[in-house]
């Protein structure tokens, strides 16, 4: 019986050994990978918990690419995104090999049928820090982007409770449009609405970085063709 109870204890302790040892690659890297002689940024968002990876892929041309499959086993870190090219949808696996250091990620990655790929190396972004305690971005935010050379104006009114995010936008020409989808994760707000623009409907994907009083927002079209920067101040 005793021998029974040290057999079964190993086996127990062999089982949670691998995720014991599993880097935490929570939080933001970023890197470049040569593309027919162009050198593309990539910035890589995780999220880990119990061994399963989640987050998104930003400097593609479907951005932000959501991750699938995502999980880190011991050192390797594996995930498949989807992107556009040309017209056409294609499934990017991803496999990683995190540094002993824990502060680097070599990515080997390409289309599935093997017929593209690419190498790159990701380092961790000081954006990791963690985020302040009991963040909340309820309130309206306002700030200016710009088209085509204008500035326009955008009120932003959000609510966030328990990590969901609900609210307006307005200023679009979809005025007040909807947001949906929202989503406070850690210092990071994002949700997506859809407006009109000359008579046809655009999905714009939404993605803000909170610092105290600030949001910086990223704002995308879903099929990557514009995007553009703008930081928000909260209205008193």
């Known amino acids: 019986m005793r021998n029974f109870l040290r057999i079964a204890g190993l086996v127990a302790f062999l089982a949670v050994l691998p995720a014991a040892n599993a880097a935490d690659v929570s939080g933001t ?27 998104t892929v930003e400097g593609m041309l479907t951005t932000p690419a959501q991750i699938h499959d995502g999980k880190v086993d011991g050192g390797t870190l594996t995930f498949w995104v989807n992107s556009d090219y040309q017209g056409q ?9 995190v540094s ?18 690419a190498q790159m190396t990701v380092a961790r972004s000081a954006e990791t820090a963690p985020a302040p305690a009991g963040l909340d971005v309820t309130g309206t935010w306002k700030g200016n982007f710009d088209f085509q050379g204008t500035s326009m104006p955008l009120a932003i009114h959000l609510t966030s409770s328990a990590g ?18 929202g989503k406070l994760d850690g210092d990071t707000v994002s949700f997506w ?10 999905k714009v994907i939404c993605k803000g970085k909170v610092s105290a009083g600030k949001i910086a927002f990223t704002l995308a079209l879903e099929d990557g063709s514009w995007s553009t920067d703008m930081v928000t101040t909260k209205a008193m």
């Not at 949808?89 to 090999?97: D, E, H, I, R, S």
């Open 29 to 55: 890297w970023k890197g470049a990978f040569d593309f027919q002689g162009t050198n593309l940024p990539l910035t890589f968002q995780f999220t880990v918990a119990n061994g399963a990876v989640t987050g």
């Open 89 to 97: 949808t294609y499934k990017l696996v991803f496999k990683g090999a």
């Open 100 to 117: 002993a250091t824990g502060d680097q990620i070599a990515f080997t990655f390409g289309t599935e049928d093997g017929s593209w790929g």
């Open 164 to 181: 969901v995010v609900t609210g307006t936008v307005e200023g679009l020409p979809t005025t007040p449009a909807e947001i949906h989808e």
């Open 193 to 202: 609405l859809t407006t009109d623009y000359q008579g046809q409907n655009y």
